[in-house]
């Protein structure tokens, strides 16, 4: 974060246009209690005050896509109205409403219960709703208080940032405020509350409209609403299409798995595990959204999931995250279906996600390995037994593809005597949690796996300079490191937010080395093995 001094602006200037709250049916009580909203978008409420907002850390890009100015955001207005305190008089605050499917089962509604749309600013003719987390109640509330623990909240502010980096879409945040307060969790659910800082992070997205949105509208049979809110989407969202219409919608849909499919190869490229793909987690732009129990691979394996409560079925672990993106699109597909009438057209295209996921997934393989393609009838195979090798003991994902980079295969061919020695190249070793475990067997079957890649590599015509440049531009060096996000918040619950700034910093270049930084790159450390919140999380937040 900039320290130097500036002026001390008294006011936060931000061009509104709130575009939903003008457009789409608003829920007439305005009073902040909770209840069951029908016929409506959203409703009105209030963000609640706190006792001493501190920032604690900002996105100078995000500030600058709002139209923010250094001097403004190391404001102390920037602190009141991000953390809620100051309503600016051309913000119109709203929460909205939605419904989902959690694990598998409908939940009816949820709704936005601790997340308050500030309203829409409109910069360089982009629009950006901006969004307060843990900002307190409103009627979608439920049982739960509305507010953010510190511990999620800094874990959701740096992911979006590090997700944005990597080039991973994802919902965007400006600040991390403390509020001086108080908030109790049961973390593990276990009968063990504990009191923990309270925070509040300022999301900013094109739009925060989830499959939940529609599906609420269509479980309840309001199809004009459902209407409004689908013309709206595509009138704000995506103009490109055209004035809505049956065959818009169905274009629109199109798009939506489109996007869905490409977040979903992403995620695989960086070994991303979101954790709750519930359906009202599921963005419609194709953006990660709702960072809670989310994870990153370290040792490679698709069974993993980080969420606790998802310990059992593991519905959301990492490799089954493109099935589970397809089943959300179905049941979009449902809630749209009343508008769009054509059950065939809507299953080919879920059909078409497979197919755009199978392709993406291709091609980001083939970067990943650094070839310039695909090529299906040999490359299938090449990457399914990499990824079996790669499952067989610990190996550290982000690390292994990095040092797959740094192999040289030019001018000789790959030595095969070392190869079917046992002895593997030496920058492969870093990646492995227990080198030394490793048997003759795996050496043998990763040296003749290595000889046939180096074989495609020079088929493929590519030099070790190409290949190298090409891994490194989607093999990131800097992931968020469950154990790292766990250390920045005990240094920041002790009040030093000295870590959070450097991660920030670090994450913001992910493919480049920074060679003094080599620390954060490093496989995960031992004890951080079974410490909750670096292999354990859960939805408390
Ligand atoms: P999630 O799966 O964490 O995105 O949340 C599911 C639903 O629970 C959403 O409707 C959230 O708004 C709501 N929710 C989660 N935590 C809280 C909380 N502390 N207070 C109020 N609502 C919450
Ligand atoms: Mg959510």
Redesign the pocket.
Known sequence: MNTEHVSEPSKINLCFDNRFTRELPADPETDNYRRQVEHACYSRVQPTRVARPRLLAYAWEVAQNIGLSRAECESDAFVEVFAGNRVLPDMDPYAMCYGGH?FGSWAGQ??????INLGEIVNQGRRWVVQLKGAG?TP???Q?????VLRSSLREFLCSEAMHHLGVPTTRALSLITTGEQVVRDMFYDGNPKSEPGAVVCRVAPSFTRFGNFQLFAARGETEVLQQLLDYTIRTDFPHLGQPSPAVYLAWFQEVCRTTARLIVDWLRVGFVHG?M?T??MSILGLTI?Y?PYGWLEDYDPKWTPNTTDAVGRRYCFGNQPQIAQWNLAQLANAVLPLIGHTKALEETLSGFVTDFENGWRSMMAGKLGLRSFEPQSDDELVAELLAILGLVETDMTIFYRRLGQLEFDGHAFDREQADAGALPEPLLDAYYAPEQLSRAHRTRIGSWLRRYAARVRADGTSDETRRKRMNAVNPKYVLRNYLAQLAIDKAEQGDAALLHELLDLLRHPYDDQPDKDAYAKKRPDWARQRAGCSMLS?S?
């Open positions: 959690q949820l709704g936005d219960g601790r997340a109640p979608y509330s439920r739960a208080d509305g507010l953010a709750v519930n009202d987690n709702d809670g939805c937040s």
